[in-house]
């Protein structure tokens, strides 16, 4: 059973470009939350995806944008990269479920280190 | 909105003594979970332990327990017989929702060394 896959495990960029990281959840879930981890402290939520759009927001900028694909995987955008957007980049899968209840749970990838210079 | 707070920022503990760590959590919902959980030098967050809020039985796994105290907003984790693979960072998180698919909220999370 695959857990929730990441790709790709590092990445470099520059200062104003842009980088997509890629999300494939556990199988058998359908919904997926990214989250942005700055070093020495705790993961914060950027959105949520489920049914291909975006469900919930956290407090970050439209420069981070996201899709969902009908096979449930994501993708994460992120615009006019700044310094301060070096991160680990979490992405979490659970079931939502066609009765809205779901499961509680949320597994979590490995990350994507994100550094820009 | 939901604010998790860890005040130790790192801890360490003899292998197979026990240790526990503290959390604090500000909430307005009255249906919500606590979880905690666990992250190794390889990055990957691993759910150590959850709390449905409604429950008064504090949640065991195993080794893991946890100390919920609602009224007071505080849920520590204790770890007995610690093991060298403990080692980790440790965090604590909220979610207002009995639907998991909704945010998490993490403290900002407590090291934990497990000296042999």
């Known amino acids: 059973d695959a857990g929730v896959t990441q790709s790709p495990t590092h990445l470099i960029k520059t200062r104003g470009q842009q980088v997509t990281l890629r999300c494939s959840p556990k199988s058998g879930h359908d919904t997926v939350s990214w989250y942005q981890q700055a070093l020495g402290q705790g993961p914060q939520f950027i959105f949520q995806?489920?049914?291909?759009?975006?469900?919930q927001r956290g407090n970050f900028p439209d420069r981070f944008s996201g899709h969902q694909f009908p096979n449930y995987s994501s993708e994460l955008n992120v615009n006019a990269l700044l310094l301060g957007d070096s991160a680990l980049y979490l992405c979490?899968?659970?079931?939502?479920?066609?009765?809205?209840?779901?499961?509680?749970?949320?597994?979590f990838g490995p990350g994507t280190r994100l550094t820009v210079t | 909105a939901q604010t998790v707070t860890q005040s130790q920022p790192e801890m360490s503990v003899q292998e197979a003594e026990t240790v526990t760590l503290s959390c604090t959590y500000d909430?307005?919902?009255?249906?919500?979970?606590l979880f905690w959980y666990k992250q190794p030098p390889s990055r990957q967050m691993i759910l150590v332990i959850r709390?449905?809020?409604?429950?008064?039985q504090n949640a065991t796994e195993n080794r893991f327990s946890v100390n919920f105290q609602k009224a007071a907003k505080s849920f520590s984790l204790k770890i007995s017989d610690s093991q060298l693979g403990d080692t980790a960072m440790y965090f604590c998180?909220?979610?207002?929702?009995?639907?998991?698919?909704?945010?998490?909220?993490f403290g900002g999370g407590t090291r934990l060394m497990v000296k042999p």
């Open positions: 909430t307005s919902e009255n249906n919500y979970y």
């Open positions: 995806y489920y049914e291909e759009e975006e469900r």
């Open positions: 979490a899968s659970s079931l939502f479920g066609t009765s809205g209840r779901g499961s509680y749970e949320q597994y």
């Open positions: 709390q449905e809020a409604y429950k008064q």
């Open positions: 998180a909220s979610s207002h929702s009995l639907n998991a698919g909704n945010m998490l909220t």
